[in-house]
């Protein structure tokens, strides 16, 4: 049995990259995003952002090696962090 700490199905990795952002609307902004798995990406931003919205991003890698990763999430929840907000989204799309 897993314990508390490995309850998820997919582990995060901690990123810390900048990511761009385009909601449903065709604002434009800019986050850092925190941690990703595969399921899922923690986001910080400095605006508030409505649960159920959908998002499109792109995480562009810190070497030239690897293409940008392109996925559309939903955001499950925004919570205020600081001077700004944390997304939790659950990734619903990998487009490249």
């Given at each position: 049995?897993?314990?508390?700490?490995?309850?998820?199905?997919?582990?995060?990795?901690?990123?810390?990259?900048?990511?761009?952002?385009?909601?449903?609307?065709?604002?434009?902004?800019k986050?850092?995003?925190r941690d990703?798995?595969?399921?899922?990406?923690?986001?910080?931003?400095e605006?508030?952002?409505?649960?159920?919205?959908?998002l499109?991003?792109v995480?562009h890698p810190?070497?030239?090696?690897?293409?940008?990763?392109?996925?559309?999430?939903?955001?499950?929840?925004?919570e205020?962090?600081?001077?700004?907000?944390?997304?939790?989204?659950?990734?619903?799309?990998?487009?490249?």
């Amino acid at each position: 049995m897993k314990d508390y700490s490995e309850k998820r199905d997919f582990h995060r990795m901690q990123v810390n990259s900048e990511i761009e952002i385009t909601d449903s609307r065709g604002n434009r902004f800019k986050g850092v995003c925190r941690d990703l798995s595969a399921a899922g990406m923690q986001i910080y931003v400095e605006q508030e952002v409505e649960a159920g919205e959908e998002l499109q991003t792109v995480l562009h890698p810190s070497s030239d090696q690897f293409p940008p990763l392109e996925t559309v999430c939903e955001v499950i929840r925004c919570e205020p962090d600081g001077n700004g907000f944390l997304l939790g989204t659950n990734i619903s799309e990998v487009t490249r």
